[in-house]
């Protein structure tokens, strides 16, 4: 199809159109300026929109088509800087999400009244730690569970988060990289399955925590104690004589194990 057989067809083939990657230039301009707000929903989220384009649809009348440009991975950091102040919470918390929102930007929206938009601001990496430390108190759980997860979470929070009275900010925190060995054993022993499993799956839980984790009650804890690739060979031998098929199957599977059957 040339353009203007595109420009001419239906709307939900210039939706199409308006999203495809391959699409040139040309025609995603013209397409952001569609009648339909679906069609320059699409074309804002295309990352290979022009950055005046973007600009121009960040004014958009359509919420919807604001919020494409927010999560654009191609939108400039002013154009994200005067979207955070947008009406709609639903925008802000995509600029909230963005990648490249800059730090300043994102300790205004760490303070928004709106928990959604507070919660991916605690995702998001270039969130400064004074602020991700706020954010792990706030009375929201999402929140405290973002934070758990984010790579740039400080050890002291996370040593915080460990005593969470939700097992799910637990559960984040024992598979947060940044998480210290200590703690990692602490999480061990936590009385929620599902954190000792996940403690179980941290690449920097020490062997001796591992040991201990083999021998769960649980089956999903020694699946990821079978799974992960620090797990000693004479473990991973116990592990495939385990009463569960599951557990038997990932422990044979174990690339350490396997190399050393192998030889």
Not at 48 to 65: F, H, K, Q, R, T
Not at 70 to 80: F, Q
Not at 166 to 184: E, F, K
Not at 217 to 226: F, G, I, Q, T
Request: aromatic share 6%; charged share 25%; hydrophobic share 40%.
């Amino acid at each position: 199809m040339d353009k203007n057989e595109i420009l001419n067809s239906d709307w939900d083939v210039r939706s199409y159109v308006a999203r495809n990657p391959n699409t040139p230039t040309g025609v995603l301009t013209e397409l952001a300026k569609d009648s339909q707000w679906v069609v320059r929903r699409y074309a804002a989220c295309n990352p290979n929109m022009p950055v005046g384009v973007l600009s121009e649809l960040a004014n958009d009348i359509n919420w919807y088509v604001r919020v494409s440009v927010a999560e654009n991975p191609s939108t400039p950091v002013d154009v994200l800087t005067e979207l955070a102040k947008d009406s709609d919470w639903e925008v802000r918390a995509k600029v909230a999400e963005n990648p490249n929102t800059p730090a300043d930007v994102l300790m205004k929206l760490a303070e928004s009244g709106n928990s959604v938009v507070r919660r991916y601001a605690a995702g998001n990496p270039n969130t400064p730690v004074d602020v991700l430390t706020e954010l792990a108190k706030d009375s929201d759980i999402v929140v405290r569970r973002r934070v758990a997860c984010n790579s740039n979470t400080p050890v002291d929070v996370l040593i915080e988060l460990e005593k969470d009275s939700d097992w799910v900010v637990r559960r984040y925190a024992a598979c947060n990289p940044n998480m210290p060995v200590d703690v990692l054993a602490e999480l061990a022993k936590d009385s929620h399955w599902v954190v000792r499993r996940y403690a179980a799956c941290n690449l920097n839980t020490p062997l001796e925590v591992l040991i201990e984790l083999a021998k769960d009650s649980h089956w999903a804890v020694r699946v990821s104690v079978a799974c992960n690739p620090n797990t000693s060979v004479e473990v991973l031998t116990k592990l495939t004589k385990d009463s569960d098929f599951d557990v038997r199957r990932y422990a044979a599977e174990n690339p350490k194990f396997k190399e050393v059957f192998n030889r």
